[in-house]
T-cell receptor, first 118, second 110 residues
Framework: GAVVSQHPSWVICKSGTSVKIECRSLDFQATTMFWYRQFPKQSLMLMATSNEGSKATYEQGVEKDKFLINHASLTLSTLTVTSAHPEDSSFYIC??????????????FGSGTRLTVV | LAKTTQPISMDSYEGQEVNITCSHNNIATNDYITWYQQFPSQGPRFIIQGYKTKVTNEVASLFIPADRKSSTLSLPRVSLSDTAVYYCLVGMDSSYKLIFGSGTRLLVRP
């Protein structure tokens, strides 16, 4: 089945530094990837849609200069949290879909990245 | 994009059948109903999807009445490992985005 690998699973960084999170589709080509953020006891909040070879589309209220998304290949999307602050501490999750998966509404999620900014 | 309403939380005991109902009054003709399961500190996992009547797989059953304005996820004989948050999603927007509602937090007790 479709597998999405997300790395790292957890990261601790100092305030003001940048952190990169990778999301890879292992056995399919992901034309579209989605990035979510989830705070404790809350639901997933969509941050942005990443399309291979084009600019990401950000949801309202999400700072595109702070959350840089790159989708340079059909199997890899990265989310970089720039100049991270404690309020950016959260659980970040990616989701991928290939063209075939879209028609089946079958989205595969990564295992998530726990970011803690100290 | 159809709005969904589910109970915030449910409690059950091991071995019982659990039914979680989701209301989606403004479901569109082309919308499928999909359920995801999420364990703490993990990404959501697809459980089951249906369009109408009943769908069953090795994990759960999904019951959808004729008017499709609600659906019920049925988990047979739950175990402690079924403790998780269950999300009901209906359709998606024109950009194929999945928008999650609040979900139902299921706690299975010994």
């Amino acid at each position: 089945g479709a597998v999405v690998s997300q790395h790292p699973s957890w990261v601790i960084c100092k305030s003001g530094t940048s952190v990169k999170i990778e999301c890879r589709s292992l056995d399919f080509q992901a034309t579209t990837m989605f990035w979510y953020r989830q705070f404790p006891k809350q639901s997933l909040m969509l941050m942005a849609t990443s399309n291979e070879g084009s600019k990401a589309t950000y949801e309202q209220g999400v700072e595109k200069d702070k959350f840089l998304i790159n989708h340079a290949s059909l199997t890899l999307s990265t989310l970089t949290v720039t100049s991270a602050h404690p309020e950016d501490s959260s659980f970040y999750i990616c989701s991928a879909s290939g063209a075939a998966l879209l028609t089946n509404y079958g989205y595969t999620f990564g295992s998530g990245t726990r970011l803690t900014v100290v | 994009l159809a709005k969904t309403t589910q109970p915030i939380s449910m409690d059950s005991y091991e071995g019982q059948e659990v039914n979680i109902t989701c209301s989606h009054n403004n479901i569109a003709t082309n919308d499928y109903i999909t359920w995801y399961q999420q364990f703490p500190s993990q990404g959501p996992r697809f459980i089951i999807q249906g369009y109408k009547t009943k769908v069953t797989n090795e994990v759960a059953s999904l019951f959808i009445p004729a008017d499709r304005k609600s659906s019920t996820l049925s988990l047979p004989r739950v175990s402690l490992s079924d403790t998780a948050v269950y999300y009901c999603l209906v359709g998606m927007d024109s950009s194929y985005k999945l928008i999650f509602g609040s979900g139902t937090r299921l706690l299975v007790r010994p």
